[in-house]
């Protein structure tokens, strides 16, 4: 329960006060309206005892009276009716507003810190964007409580106004003060008049108000005095004739007006005590003015109907009870201006009260103070005589009527009872024992019209008991409470029992020291007598408000919030609203606060005060709910409480806050129905539209507010730079560059931009500028931003803006267009040039008013007439912008106007509001992404920048738009095909610098420059063997291959680059070499506008199958130099289809004959012979057709084999004759065998050496010209190249020439590694019958291989790698890898062996038992370096294969040898060997161990042997 200025005891203690009454003559009432007030009026501020007061109880103890009030009021003879008393009260409530002060009220309940004040309209809604701080602040300063002075001002006034009753007398008057003016003619018999006129008011019987205490009421004559117009003598001679009358304590003079004309001295300074009096004065004398009940204005129920009022009123507001606080309503129409009031505006007048006889009744002329000064004849000293005369009354007069009266009461009761002691000293042993049982409230009979008769035992005790509570005497109080209880509930008079039952809890709860508990269960009783049996929910609300304030005294909040919430009904939705409010105030003061009970019945209380025309506090209440429900995910509550508070702020005057909070609505993912949602969208464009342009017109001038729908999503903007490229027509195919329709991805555009770096690379000497910034077409949130873009001048800028429609309706949005500001610069003047900045340029006031003339000579903004969105959809707008000068841009939002989709729905004032639109602006706002370098961005949220909307406009620039022709979409693997591609410049500047770069350079090739060697072909192949894209010559089957020198540089290669190659790459390549880009020549290196220019591209299908996308950079320059922008790129990609062609396996082997060129010398005479470096190999080729026929492939032919190696050449063919080509049908594979023999020396020149030598073995009648384009171009440009290896070997000559000179060396792994190696690349072209709609074709291609190592089979088709295994984690080091040595197979090819013998050899054993023949033996070194050689030529009787089965011979002579061969000598060991009978021989025995001359081994490695070598022996 909310917090009150006073404590509960000053509370109840002001709640039941002494009433004295007032009766004044005519004169004297002139007395007072001197001072704009009057009698009890003035009065009023002092009657409070600033002094303690004492009387004494029948058993003659003193008891002490503090701080007592007295309640002077004048006699009204009509009681006030109850339509004036709900007037009244509710003008006290809407008169009483929460002050906006800069303190607030916040309440800290758990996580929840909630504003209870006026500022909880800032606080709660959500257009104040400061609320969370302004919290923040408070609540970490001192603790605030809420307070609510409307319902304190209710609450006394309720109390101040309730009618007496005959079951109580604590509203009854005590005493009556007859005052006469002291210029009165005959004072004393004016007094006269005025005691027998209260005397026919109390018991003449024709007056039932008011109501007296007792019979004998107190009269105390007062006699006026106005000092400034009197004479003094004459009032103190008549004061003396009052005390000689009526006694000294019973009359008094009362001095005023000390003050001559009422002018206040600019010396001294009067205060006002009477100001914050005269509000409640006047409520109250409303109740005692029963005049003014004839004239009460109606226009509370006219002026506080709601929206949709349509019932009869009660409170001034509708009791609908279909109306539910947190049913929204369905037809949700715009409320209009002046269709509800915001305040109580009338006044209810008064007319004089009819008197008595001598006119008396005072009180009842008063009329209401006006708003001028007040006690402007009094001074201080004043003051002090009327608060004098208030303590002379209290303590001289009424405490001792008081004290007299109760001593009666006790000795009647006692003298009735029959009791020698008081009815005190006899308390205990009344409430002893014996207790009665109480019978339950349904139990009892309806017995509430049983009345006492004023003589009545029970009402006396009730007399005395209300004596002593009045006088705060609270022990005895209770004891008569409780005495009369019993008795009424014997009688079952209900009414007295009840409020027997409600004064006893009061007094029990009053007493000093809390003897006993507070008797709660007596309140609850006597509310429900009060409610349910007599029908008086006067009386049950104010025991319910005396209750609910002891109770929240005691901490107990959850009774006392119970309580309130049972005393809510429909007959007061006012009471009903304070009520809620102050059970939702008790349950946020709960030791754990229930904070979403507090919200809950703030909503509840907003709804009864916005049926009892308190919009303020309806409104209020929303607020302070909101912080409850706000971002919980309660959204349809939440959205009930915006929908309230726009409604309600809109009734008030408020448009801005209305506008708000129906915002507010539209912006959260809503779940109301579709029909719901129109409704909220209509009624925002109304207010919207109201608070923007209230008189309907535009204003040029103003500022475009922002407009919640659609949602703008601007971190999802994409920016295109450039014009949308046009499309292809008849064969050709545009390239397809970039476009806002291709989703973004970063692995790409990092491919992109690595091409550019090395085309950028290439043209800067291989060094990328620090200035170089990548070329971004497309912009969007996945982009590097850090930069501001460059857009040319004259070329169009589109930004794609992606907008939601949250709400199930439709939307329609009109003249949609870009805002933006422009600062225009010229970009061609030097730097250092000083010159003014440039002022900015905005169409702002163009696109208010879409009538004003748009500045299309500066940027041309494309406008969209109608975009209309579907109910829940997400659309992209794609807005064009189209720069005519150089500057910076910043595009600052989108600006449209907002309507309904629909047309046929109208509200039910007759608005159309299907056609009603308004015009606003969203801004685009960007936020970069987050750093997360430094230590402080780690530990903080910072962002970057993002310019993607900030683009610069350079000068103009050259733009190129390519075409392809003829350009395939599968290929077989190795297929070779010829397109055309078509640059154009479709600018107004020249171009050049043309350039082509891709991620897959062995794909295409423009051939050799200089244009030497290219074929002369159709532009597609024809089914004719002699057409092709090669270039060829007519030649039978080669027996020798024709060789050709060529140096890589022609091609592009750039020496060795691309030479032994082992396959292409599908990935990016890796480095930058010339061979990676490729320059386009134009007609005098320069493309003019306009011009065209076609260049044939040959195409190569990828060697692995699959589907491949090939990336293509085209880069320009213009010939102007451009200091923001150096160079343009077009992009494109193309999609391939390799499908299986051929599978070539290649592997090479050393011949088993070596060319004697010298005469063996003899085996004991070992010279080292001639360096010879000739030599031959076996190259065998494998060709499996892999092609499963799905493209009409009839069959492939083998047309050519080509080698290319600087040391090695195919020399000729060694199959056995047969067919001129090899056919091979699907699933078919043929093998091909060729001798390779070395190169023949070339001269000792560079050039020379860089050579490489083609090698062409046509199996045909055609020759293809492998040195030639486009064949050699796409074998330099096949795959990435062993420049490393190639070094290796450089390093392993250098190392074996060295080995002469007797150096030590270590490592010998690259001189043995050199025996092995070949270096022998193949290339095997091919032809396929392909049958395509009943004609046949024929296509062309070519499959690479390189041989490296003899022995190592190598093939074409690139193979999977297979997936590497988990590895386990090792927490301890690694050992260090072992050092590199030669393997065994490896050092096994040192040595080359052959014999040297006759095949038949005839000898006659008969004659000669021996046949003795001469054997050579020939060793060739390998390598480089020296060997040392072991000839073992005795039998290895471990051999695999028993030597039996071939027969046995014998070695002669001596049967091992130890030799030292040269770097690559040949020598030659004459050898006999012996034979015993005649047969066939393997002479093959012989064993060879070798090993380098200075290596580390200990041992000789056998070396391998050469292929068996038969002997027949003849016997003759």
Same mark, same amino acid.
């Given at each position: ?56 109880? !029948? ?19 009509? !009681? !006030? ?76 006034? =309720? ?101 001559? @004309? ?45 929206? #949709? ?124 024992? @014996? ?52 008795? =009424? ?231 295109? =730079? ?133 500045? #299309? ?143 897959? !350079? ?67 390549? +890796? ?34 199958? @699959? ?186 000559? +250098? ?132 060997? #040392? ?88």
């Amino acid at each position: 329960m909310a917090q009150c200025v006073q404590s509960v005891q000053e509370f109840i203690q002001d709640s039941f006060v002494p009433m004295v009454a007032v009766l004044c003559s005519e004169d004297a009432e002139k007395v007072t309206r001197k001072n704009n007030l009057n009698f009890p009026e003035l009065l009023r501020p002092f009657c409070r005892l600033t002094s303690e007061g004492h009387l004494r109880d !029948p058993n003659n103890q003193l008891v002490v009276v503090r701080s007592l009030r007295v309640c002077v009021t004048g006699i009204s003879t009509r !009681p !006030p009716h109850t339509a004036t008393l709900r007037a009244a009260l509710s003008n006290a409530v809407a008169t009483c507003q929460p002050p906006d002060t800069t303190s607030a009220n916040v309440i800290t309940a758990g996580d929840y810190d909630l504003n209870i004040s006026d500022r909880s309209l800032k606080a709660s809604v959500p257009w104040y964007s400061s609320w969370r701080d302004t919290l923040t602040q408070l609540s970490s300063s001192s603790h605030f409580t809420a307070t609510t002075p409307w319902f304190e001002a209710y609450r006394e006034i =309720f109390l101040q106004s309730m009618p007496g009753s005959e079951h109580e007398f604590l509203s009854h008057y005590l005493a009556c003060m007859l005052v006469v003016s002291s210029s009165e003619t005959v004072p004393l018999d004016q007094f006269l008049k005025l005691s027998q006129e209260q005397h026919k008011i109390q018991h003449s019987g024709e007056y039932t108000h008011p109501r007296w205490f007792i019979p004998n009421t107190l009269k105390y004559y007062v006699l006026l005095h106005d000092i400034s117009d009197g004479d003094e003598q004459r009032a103190e001679s008549v004061y003396e004739d009052m005390k000689q009358r009526y006694g000294s304590q019973a009359c008094y003079l009362l001095k005023i007006n000390s003050r001559h @004309g009422g002018a206040v001295g600019s010396e001294e300074q009067i205060p006002d005590p009477w100001s914050q009096y005269l509000q409640k004065t006047h409520t109250q004398e409303v109740f005692d003015d029963t005049a003014s009940t004839n004239s009460i204005d109606n226009d509370l129920n006219s002026s506080s109907k709601m929206d #949709d009022g349509d019932t009869p009123t009660k409170d001034g507001m509708s009791n609908n009870l279909d109306e539910h606080p947190l049913q929204l309503d369905q037809s949700a129409e715009p409320v209009l201006p002046g269709q509800g009031g915001e305040s109580l505006e009338g006044e209810e007048a008064r007319d004089p009260k009819p008197g008595g006889p001598g006119g008396g009744g005072g009180g009842a002329v008063a009329l209401p103070a006006s708003s001028g000064t007040h006690g402007a004849w009094l001074t201080l000293t004043d003051h002090d005589r009327i608060r004098q005369f208030i303590q002379e009354f209290t303590f001289r007069g009424l405490l001792p009527h008081i004290e007299k009266n109760i001593r009666q009461l006790n000795d009647q009761l006692v003298s009735r009872k029959g009791l020698s002691r008081s009815l005190f000293s006899a308390t205990k042993k009344w409430f002893g024992g @014996g207790k009665v049982p109480e019978k339950s409230i349904s139990e009892l009979k309806n017995t509430a019209g049983l009345l006492y008769p004023p003589e009545a035992p029970e009402l006396q005790i009730r007399k005395m008991a209300d004596l002593c509570f009045l006088v705060q005497h609270y022990e005895l109080a209770y004891s008569c409470y409780h005495t009369a209880k019993k008795d =009424f509930l014997s009688d079952q008079a209900m009414l007295y029992a009840a409020g027997a039952l409600e004064m006893a809890a009061v007094s029990a709860f009053l007493q000093p020291g809390a003897p006993r508990p507070y008797p709660a269960h007596y309140m609850d009783t006597a509310i429900q007598t009060y409610r349910d049996v007599c029908k008086n929910m006067m009386l049950a609300e104010r025991c319910a408000l005396l209750s609910a304030e002891i109770l929240k005294s005691q901490a107990k909040y959850s009774d006392a919030a119970t309580l309130l919430i049972k005393m809510t009904s429909e007959d007061s939705d006012l009471r009903s609203a304070l009520l809620l409010e102050q059970a939702a105030h008790c349950f946020i003061n709960m030791r754990n606060p229930m904070v979403r009970k507090f919200a809950f019945h703030m909503i509840l209380a907003g709804h009864r005060y916005s049926k009892a025309g308190q919009r303020r506090h309806a409104l209020r209440c929303y607020c302070q709910a909101l912080q409850v429900y706000r971002g919980k995910g309660w959204s349809l509550a939440e959205d009930h409480i915006n929908f309230t508070i726009g409604r309600q702020s809109y009734t008030l005057q408020q448009p801005d806050n209305a506008a708000a909070a129906f915002r507010h609505i539209l912006i959260n993912d809503s779940q109301q129905s579709p029909t719901q949602q129109a409704a909220f969208l209509r009624e925002y464009l109304y207010v919207y539209k109201s608070v923007n342009w209230p008189s309907g017109e535009t204003d040029s001038e103003g500022v475009l507010p922002q407009l919640p729908l659609p949602c703008l999503n601007s971190a999802q903007t994409r920016v295109f =730079f450039g014009h949308e490229r046009r499309l292809a027509e008849g064969e050709k195919q545009a390239a397809t560059h970039v476009t806002l329709d291709q989703e973004c991805d970063a692995d790409i555009s990092r491919l992109w931009i690595r091409l550019e770096e090395q085309v950028v690379a290439m043209v800067n000497r291989g060094v990328v500028p620090q200035s170089f910034q990548p070329t971004q077409a497309c912009l969007s949130q996945h982009t590097d931003n850090l930069r501001f873009p460059l857009a040319v001048v004259n070329e169009p800028i589109i930004v794609e803006v992606s907008f939601r429609n949250p709400l199930r309706v439709p939307l329609s949005l009109s003249d949609l267009s870009l805002l933006w500001k422009f600062t225009p610069e010229d970009f061609s003047r030097l730097p250092d040039n000083t010159h003014a900045s440039s002022q900015s340029i905005t169409n702002e006031k163009e696109v208010l008013n879409p009538q004003t003339t748009p500045k #299309d000579d500066i940027i041309t903004t494309e406008v969209i007439a109608e975009f209309n969105m579907s109910p829940e959809e997400t659309k992209l707008a794609r807005l064009k912008l189209l720069p005519h000068q150089t500057g910076e841009l910043r595009i600052l939002g989108v600006v449209y106007n907002l309507g309904t989709g629909d047309s046929g729905n109208s509200s039910a004032e007759g608005l159309p509001v299907g056609g009603l639109s308004v015009r606003g602006r969203q801004d685009l706002e960007i936020q970069g992404p987050r750093l997360n370098q430094t230590k402080e961005e780690k530990t903080s949220v910072k962002h970057g920048s993002d310019h993607r909307l900030d683009p610069i406009i350079t000068p103009p620039m050259p733009l190129l738009e390519v075409f392809f022709l003829h350009f395939p979409t599968a290929l077989l693997c190795g297929e070779l095909r010829k397109a055309w591609v078509e640059f154009v410049n479709v600018s107004g500047v020249p171009l050049a610098g043309l350039r082509v770069a891709s991620t897959h !350079p062995h794909f295409f090739t423009l051939g050799a420059r200089g244009g030497q060697g290219q074929a002369r072909t159709p532009l597609s192949p024809a089914a004719s063997e002699h057409n092709s894209a090669y270039k060829t010559v007519s030649a039978p089957p080669s027996a020798v291959a024709a060789l050709t020198l060529v140096s890589p540089a022609e091609f592009g290669a750039g020496g060795a680059a691309g030479v032994g190659g082992s396959g292409g790459s599908e990935g990016m390549p +890796a480095g930058v070499g010339g061979a990676r880009v490729v320059e386009v020549e134009l007609p005098g290196q320069v493309l003019q506008p306009g011009e065209a220019l076609q260049v044939p591209m040959w195409l190569r299908g990828p060697d692995t199958e @699959g589907v491949h996308e090939i990336h293509f950079l085209f880069y320009y320059e213009s010939t102007q130099k451009n200091g923001k922008l150096s160079h343009r790129v077009l992009r494109h990609t193309a999609v391939i289809c390799a499908i299986r062609s051929l599978c070539v396996r290649a592997s090479a082997c050393r011949s088993n004959t070596l060319a004697q060129t010298h005469t063996p010398t003899p085996a004991p005479a070992q010279t080292p012979a001639q360096d010879h470096r000739s030599g031959s190999m076996l190259v065998f080729v494998d060709v499996e057709n892999v092609n499963t026929s799905e493209v009409g492939v009839r069959e492939f032919h083998i047309v050519q084999v080509s080698s290319c190696s600087r040391h090695w050449r195919l020399h000729t063919c060694i199959n056995p004759a047969g067919d001129k080509d090899s056919k091979l049908g699907s699933r078919e594979r043929g093998k091909l065998c060729f001798r390779a023999s070395r190169c023949k020396p070339q001269g000792a020149t560079s050039d020379a050496e860089n050579k490489l030598t083609f090698a062409d073995l046509n199996l045909g009648n055609e020759q293809i010209v492998s040195s030639s384009t486009p064949c050699a171009d796409f074998f330099f440009r096949r795959g990435p190249c062993l420049d490393q290896k190639r070094c290796g070997v450089v390093a392993g000559a +250098a190392w074996g020439q060295g080995l002469g000179s007797g150096t030590v060396v270590d490592d010998s792994l690259a001189v043995v590694k050199k025996c092995s190696e070949i270096e022998l690349d193949l290339i095997v072209l091919w032809k396929a019958y392909v049958v395509e709609d009943n004609k046949q074709l024929i296509l062309e291609g070519q499959l690479h291989v390189s041989l490296q190592t003899i022995g190592k089979e190598v093939c074409s088709l690139t193979q999977k790698e297979e997936s590497q295994e988990m590895v386990l984690l090792k927490f301890k080091p690694d050992p260090p890898p072992p050092l590199a040595r030669p393997s065994q197979e490896q050092l096994s090819h040192l040595i080359k062996t052959c014999l040297q013998y006759p095949q038949t050899y005839q000898h006659s054993f008969p004659q000669q038992s021996l046949c003795m023949v001469p054997v050579t033996l020939m060793l060739s070194n390998c390598s480089l370096a020296q060997v #040392d050689v072991i000839i073992d030529l005795r039998h290895k009787s471990t051999s695999p294969e028993p030597l039996e089965a071939c027969g046995m011979f014998v070695w002669l002579g001596q049967t091992q040898y130890k030799l030292q061969l040269a770097a690559q000598e040949v020598r030659c060991v004459r050898l006999r060997v012996c034979f015993t009978q005649p047969g066939v021989y393997n002479l093959g025995t012989p064993r060879v161990f070798a090993k380098l001359a200075h290596s580390t081994n200990m041992y000789e490695t056998s070396q391998q042997s050469a292929l068996p070598a038969l002997i027949v022996i003849d016997g003759v």
